[in-house]
C-alpha cells in the first residue's frame, strides 16, 4: 500500500480528509471518496478485463444496461452506461458466458464498487444456459410444449390453486389483482419453497396436491429474479408434473423478459403473477355488464317475436275465419243477393228499353191504324167476301160492299161507278 493509501486521513489528490467531527471519527460519505480515490489511483483496475456468465441482466429505458458477472465462486456487479452501448454488438441475456473491459470503481452512494464497462465482447454460454437449451430442445422433442397437449383456461373459474412461496410480491400481487376483480372467487394457496435445492420437489408436490383437489385452474409461479433464482422452474420434475397435471395450468415465473421451460409446458403463460390473475380471473363487473346487455337483447329479442306471434296470430284467426262454414255460406249468401241486385237491375233495364221500345211501335202502329184515319173521316170498303176493296174496279155495279166507319159499318149497294182518268192512267 501506498504511504498516501496508508494514512487514512489522506483523500483525492493526496489532500487530507478533514475533522469535522471528534478527532479520529469520519463521516460515511469521507470513507466511501477515500476508498474511490484509492480505487481510481490503481492503474490496474483503471482498465480491466474480466470473463465471466451474464446473470441478472437488466435494459434499463435510459439506455443503461445492469448486470451480474458470476463463475463458480463469485460476483461482481457491472453496468454499462447508454454512452458506450457501441462496445457492445449483440443483445445480452442470461447465462452468456463474456469478456468485459472496463474499469472498477466505488459507486459513494451505496458505498459499492462495481465494473463499468466500456467493450463487451462473447466467450460461449455459460453452463447454466447450456444446460437450459439442452433440457428445452430434449423435452420439445418429447412433445411437451406441442399446442395440441394445451387445456383451455375456464373463463368463470370459481376455485383457483396457487403454488407460489406464502411470502413474497407473487402471492400478494395475486391475491390484489383476484380480490379486485372478483372478490368472489376462492384462492387455495399451496406454500411452496420456489428457489433452492429443494423447490423443485417442493412445487412438484403443490401441483400433484392441488390437482388433486378438483379446482378449476393452477397458477404456478414466482416473483422475478436471476436465472438461478428461477432454476426450479426449468427442472424437468417440474415439467413433467406441470404436463401430467389434469387441471390446466397457468405459469406465472418472473418477469416479463423471464422464460423458464415451465412457460413452455403450461397450457398458458402469464408475463408475471399479476397477469396471471388477470387471465385466471374473470371481471365480474365486465360479466355483469355482459349479462345487462345479454338481458337488454334477450328482452328485445322476447318483446320483436311476441309482436311477431300476435301478427301471426291474428293472420291465421283472420285465415281461420274466412275458412269457416259460417263465413262461407256469408259469402255465398252475399253473392246471392249481389246476383240478385244485378238481375233486379238488368230486369229493369231490359223493362225499361222494352216499355220505350213499345211506346215507339205503339206510336208507329197508332200512326198506320185505320181507325186512324177513320176518324179523320175515311172509311174502309170490304167486298161481299170480306177482302178489302183498295180499288173501284174490285167492285161492280149491283155489288153488296160493307163500310166500315169510326163508330159503326155500313152495308150498301153499288148503284154507279165512275173511275178517275188520273188513276186510270197513273195505273196504265
Not at 460476483?75 to 457501441?86: I, K, P, Q, T
Not at 406441442?146 to 390453486?161: D, L, M, S, W
Not at 418472473?254 to 408475471?272: K, N, Q, S
Request: a neutral charge; charged letters at 25%; aromatic letters at 6%.
Amino acid at each position: 500500500m501506498s504511504p498516501e493509501a496508508s494514512n487514512p486521513r489522506r483523500g483525492r489528490a493526496g489532500q487530507t480528509l478533514s475533522r469535522r467531527q471528534e478527532p479520529g471519527i469520519y463521516t460515511v460519505a469521507q470513507v466511501n471518496s477515500y476508498i474511490k480515490a484509492m480505487f481510481s489511483r490503481d492503474f490496474a483496475l483503471r482498465q480491466i478485463y474480466v470473463k465471466g456468465e451474464v446473470s441478472n441482466c437488466k435494459y434499463h429505458t435510459s439506455g443503461h444496461i445492469y448486470f451480474t458477472l458470476k463463475d463458480g465462486t463469485g460476483a461482481l456487479s457491472a453496468v454499462m452506461f447508454a454512452g458506450n452501448r457501441g462496445g457492445l454488438h449483440f443483445v445480452m441475456h442470461e447465462g452468456q458466458q463474456v469478456i468485459v473491459l472496463g474499469s472498477i470503481s466505488v459507486y459513494e452512494r451505496d458505498g459499492t464498487y462495481q465494473l463499468y464497462a466500456r467493450e463487451i465482447r462473447l466467450d460461449g454460454q455459460g453452463d447454466l444456459y447450456q444446460q437450459l437449451e439442452e433440457r428445452k430442445a430434449r423435452l420439445a422433442e418429447m412433445g411437451m410444449f406441442a399446442p395440441e397437449y394445451k387445456q383451455p383456461i375456464p373463463r368463470f373459474a370459481a376455485r383457483i390453486g396457487i403454488v407460489t412461496a406464502s411470502t413474497g410480491a407473487a402471492i400478494r400481487d395475486i391475491v390484489n389483482v383476484s380480490h379486485r376483480r372478483n372478490p368472489y372467487v376462492q384462492l387455495i394457496l399451496y406454500p411452496a419453497i420456489v428457489q433452492g435445492e429443494r423447490a423443485a420437489a417442493s412445487i412438484v408436490r403443490g401441483i400433484e396436491t392441488l390437482d388433486e383437489m378438483g379446482l378449476d385452474c393452477l397458477i404456478v409461479g414466482r416473483g422475478g429474479g436471476s436465472i438461478e433464482d428461477l432454476w426450479a422452474f426449468n427442472e424437468e420434475s417440474v415439467a413433467r408434473a406441470i404436463f401430467d397435471c389434469r387441471t390446466p395450468v397457468i405459469s406465472a415465473v418472473g418477469h416479463e423478459t423471464d422464460t423458464t421451460i415451465a412457460d413452455y409446458v403450461a397450457d398458458l403463460r402469464a408475463p408475471t403473477p399479476s397477469a396471471a390473475a388477470e387471465l385466471a380471473v374473470c371481471d365480474l363487473a365486465d360479466v355483469l355488464g355482459d349479462l345487462a346487455t345479454a338481458r337488454q337483447r334477450l328482452t328485445r329479442l322476447m318483446t320483436g317475436k311476441l309482436s311477431e306471434s300476435r301478427v301471426c296470430l291474428l293472420q291465421s284467426s283472420r285465415r281461420l275465419e274466412r275458412l269457416t262454414p259460417r263465413h262461407t255460406l256469408e259469402e255465398r249468401r252475399q253473392g246471392v243477393i249481389n246476383r240478385e241486385r244485378q238481375m233486379q237491375e238488368r230486369m229493369r233495364e231490359s223493362l225499361e228499353g222494352n216499355r220505350h221500345r213499345l211506346a215507339l211501335a205503339s206510336a208507329r202502329l197508332e200512326a198506320l191504324s185505320p181507325l186512324a184515319r177513320m176518324q179523320s173521316g175515311y172509311a174502309f170498303v170490304t167486298a161481299e167476301d170480306g177482302s178489302a176493296v183498295r180499288s173501284a174496279q174490285q167492285v161492280e155495279k149491283g155489288s153488296r160492299i160493307t163500310v166500315n166507319l169510326q163508330d159503326g159499318q155500313l152495308d150498301a149497294l153499288v148503284q154507279e161507278k165512275t173511275l178517275y182518268r188520273e188513276e186510270t192512267q197513273a195505273h196504265g
